[in-house]
């Protein structure tokens, strides 16, 4: 794991020191070594910079920027499968100097060319340039755990793990994206491919970029979907099969993450989901596993003794840590420092904490992400099912109408729950779904927090609505259940653009690896087939996966209420980043700045304040970027 940047700079402008100050913003994510190369021929400045965290083949012979004849790498992950790809090009011809998988990469590219991608199980963000060819070519893994952001005005290219490196290079050019601004808005987070800057951009997950620098012609390819598992035949087993051909898949993928010449980790809370890691790792092994857990001192919302409970019967090296809320508190003002794009998901507190807690004693931690999206583990899925057959049933004449009273009658006529946040918050919303109540716009409604007519009035600029996975219709009509189309779309979203990002940022943040067992591509592809009643439907969910747990920890230490360290962001909005949210959300603030409409703003403040009526999560996504906008923008 660690950091890399770059540019191709075709005017020529970019010095080495340039290259060594962006690469040097990723201190954190790399704390062990640092490296550059640069060149320059008729047609553009190349530059390559690499941070470096040792996990495999700590010598410095493993060092990169690495070079292999015409090819020169910055690589940023793991290729968990190195050892198998290496004995193929081995038997092929190809000799090694490390034991690192970067030099496997660099053999291999030139063994199969951009077809290596298909071959890897890894996490990674990796950039080759050819000198012979004259070509940059960048990959990011399926799912996008590790991050690559790019610039491109034409005649600069700029790439990064991070978008603060930008801001160390002459020639970049930070103009808000007010499309990407409103997106922010909608889902907490800015979707790939899009980016909180004009002319930068995420490479997106499973894509793979080609820059031909003798031309300045640059084109994008994917190489693996979601839905090459989801568009196929359910396969035909019984559930008994299913259940241990199911343990296989998953005790092979997490054994993969365990490879490195570091101390590893895993976190684990109270769920499913770190208990299966968990269970199936420790069976494996003689000697304990580390865990790791963060607990609060808020007993209602603590899991801790529970996470210990797990611990103790399977009998690791567990590793808790009570946090005060002070101490959580104190993250929040400099979150913009770890997440230099406008971010909302208020867990990234724990996160980051949990992550400076295993960073004492272990260099690699495993996170259980993923279980939810591919077995279907959020309530979600059952309630909005229902919703939508119960919206659906309802005969259109009776909708229109129902649509056109709620038009008619203003919302603050409607006596009691007027004064009810969460109905005021879903009121706009439910017009829109008896307008139309297709599940694509039940799961679009219910993945937003500001509807498209709230960004109207709370938006002074005017705004394209920027085209998402979220309304992907690439599940194929033959194939196609509610509950898949819901756990695709989530796979493709939430997942990438904000589990992924938070828990790269959190972690990288305190120059710790986290890897993802669950987010292996033949899990998805063994997962997407299993008929949709072993893992979810009236009643239950995750099934498959809480039964192979259950094997190793009882029932009835799994089966009870999940707390969860949450961040009561309401109360400590009203209490203790009240005067935080008035100054910047102050009346000449926002007039100042001049993106948000004024009135709105006050309507949205005061409603939380005084009367109640404003939805937490609102005020708190409006603190984010402001937060955001003050380190990043008003500079």
């Not at 239950?540 to 190793?552: A, D, F, S, T």
Request: net charge neutral; charged share 25%; glycine share 6%.
């Amino acid at each position: 794991m660690c950091g890399i940047a770059g540019v191709v700079d075709f005017r020529k402008k970019t010095v080495q020191s340039n290259v060594e100050e962006m690469t040097r913003l990723l201190g954190h994510r790399g704390p062990d070594g640092e490296g550059y190369y640069c060149c320059a021929d008729h047609s553009a400045m190349v530059g390559l910079g690499h941070r470096r965290l040792s996990i495999i083949d700590l010598s410095c012979h493993a060092s990169q920027p690495m070079h292999y004849k015409d090819l020169h790498i910055s690589f940023n992950g793991e290729i968990y499968n190195y050892a198998e790809i290496k004995s193929e090009l081995s038997i092929a011809g190809h000799s090694f100097t490390t034991g690192s998988d970067t030099e496997v990469i660099l053999h291999a590219y030139e063994e199969w060319g951009a077809e290596m991608v298909k071959r890897f199980i890894g996490m990674f963000a990796l950039v080759i340039y050819d000198t012979k060819e004259q070509k940059l070519v960048a990959f990011r893994d399926r799912v996008g755990v590790k991050p690559f952001f790019y610039y491109f005005d034409g005649d600069l290219f700029l790439f990064s793990s991070e978008l603060k490196a930008f801001h160390a290079h002459p020639g970049f050019n930070k103009r808000l994206n007010h499309d990407a601004m409103a997106a922010f808005f909608q889902y907490g987070n800015i979707p790939a491919p899009y980016c909180i800057f004009e002319n930068t951009f995420k490479l997106p997950p499973a894509h793979y970029l080609v820059m031909d620098i003798a031309s300045k012609q640059m084109d994008i390819h994917r190489y693996w979907s979601v839905y090459d598992s989801y568009n196929r035949p359910c396969i035909k087993i019984d559930y008994q099969e299913a259940l241990n051909e199911t343990e296989k898949v998953f005790t092979k993928a997490f054994n993969y993450r365990m490879v490195a010449d570091v101390p590893v980790g895993v976190f684990l809370s109270a769920g499913y989901d770190s208990g299966c890691v968990t269970a199936l790792l420790q069976k494996e092994r003689t000697d304990p596993i580390r865990t790791f857990t963060i607990g609060t001192t808020d007993k209602l919302s603590d899991e801790a003794p529970l996470a210990k409970q797990i611990a103790e019967h399977l009998r690791t090296d567990h590793t808790e840590y009570y946090c005060t809320p002070d101490e959580a508190k104190a993250i929040i003002p400099i979150l913009a420092d770890y997440f230099d794009e406008p971010f909302a998901d208020s867990s990234a507190v724990p996160t980051i904490l949990v992550s400076r807690l295993a960073r004492q004693k272990v260099t690699v931690a495993l996170s259980a992400d993923g279980g939810d999206e591919i077995f279907g583990g959020y309530p979600k899925y059952q309630f909005l099912h229902d919703l939508q057959q119960r919206l659906a049933r309802v005969p259109g004449a009776i909708r229109s109408t129902g649509r056109g009273v709620m038009g008619l009658v203003p919302l603050e006529s409607i006596p009691i729950v007027s004064r009810n946040k969460i109905f005021i918050n879903k009121y706009s919303r439910l017009r829109s779904l008896l307008r139309d109540p297709s599940l694509v716009n039940v799961f679009l409604s219910a993945n937003q927090l500001f509807t498209q007519r709230e960004l109207d009035q709370l938006l002074r600029k005017d705004f394209k609505v920027l085209p998402t996975p979220h309304t992907s219709r690439s599940l194929k009509s033959e194939f196609y259940d509610p509950y898949s189309y819901m756990m695709a779309i989530d796979y493709e979203t939430y997942l990438t653009d904000d589990i992924m990002q938070k828990v790269d940022r959190a972690s990288m943040s305190i120059g710790l690896e986290s890897r993802e067992p669950f987010l292996d591509q033949n899990i998805i592809h063994w997962a997407a087939q299993l008929p949709v009643e072993f893992k979810l439907g009236p009643g239950k969910n995750k099934q498959i996966l809480k039964e192979i747990v259950h094997r190793y920890i009882p029932r009835e230490m799994m089966e009870r209420p999940k707390k969860g360290f949450t961040i009561p962001v309401a109360k400590w909005l009203k209490n203790d980043f009240r005067e935080l949210v008035y100054q910047m959300l102050g009346d000449d603030h926002i007039k100042n700045q001049g993106i948000f409409n004024l009135q709105t703003i006050k309507q949205l403040r005061d409603g939380f304040y005084t009367h109640g009526k404003v939805p937490a999560e609102k005020i708190w996504y409006l603190l984010m970027f402001q937060l955001w906008f003050s380190k990043w923008m008003a500079k």
